[in-house]
């Protein structure tokens, strides 16, 4: 098994900062692309940005510029640093993982997410 936990949710006021962090832990070979994703209520389930194990980032148009994802490989933990925080950005962050896990049927790729961890951008 694989989990994931985030942390660092919370209310903050439009244009501060947060920063969200979610670590893995596991049976855990090794770990590809991490990611953050968002729901919003009555919305699906989007993309925020990913990170490859190399560190190549990747980001949603609507937050490029404004939100920073970043990884340490020795922690297993993923973090999202947001800036400039809007009302529209308010909803529960998820995090993602993929990789090769160990099981009793040897290694097998896993892909995972997270609990949530709601954000509130709100004065």
């Known amino acids: 098994q694989v989990q994931l936990v985030e942390s660092g949710g919370g209310l903050v006021q439009p244009g501060g900062p947060l920063r969200l962090s979610c670590a893995a832990s596991?049976?855990?070979?090794?770990?590809?692309?991490m990611g953050w994703y968002r729901q919003a209520p009555g919305k699906q389930r989007e993309l925020v940005a990913t990170i490859t194990v190399d560190g190549s980032a990747n980001y949603a148009d609507s937050v490029k510029g404004r939100f920073t994802i970043s990884r340490d490989n020795a922690k297993r933990t993923v973090y999202l640093q947001m800036n400039s925080l809007r009302p529209q950005d308010t909803a529960v962050y998820y995090c993602?993982?993929?990789?090769?896990?160990?099981?009793?049927?040897?290694?097998?790729?896993?892909?995972?997410w997270g609990q949530g961890t709601q954000v509130t951008v709100s004065s």
């Open positions: 596991g049976s855990i070979i090794s770990i590809g692309t």
């Open positions: 993602n993982a993929n990789g090769v896990m160990s099981s009793i049927y040897g290694p097998r790729q896993f892909g995972s």
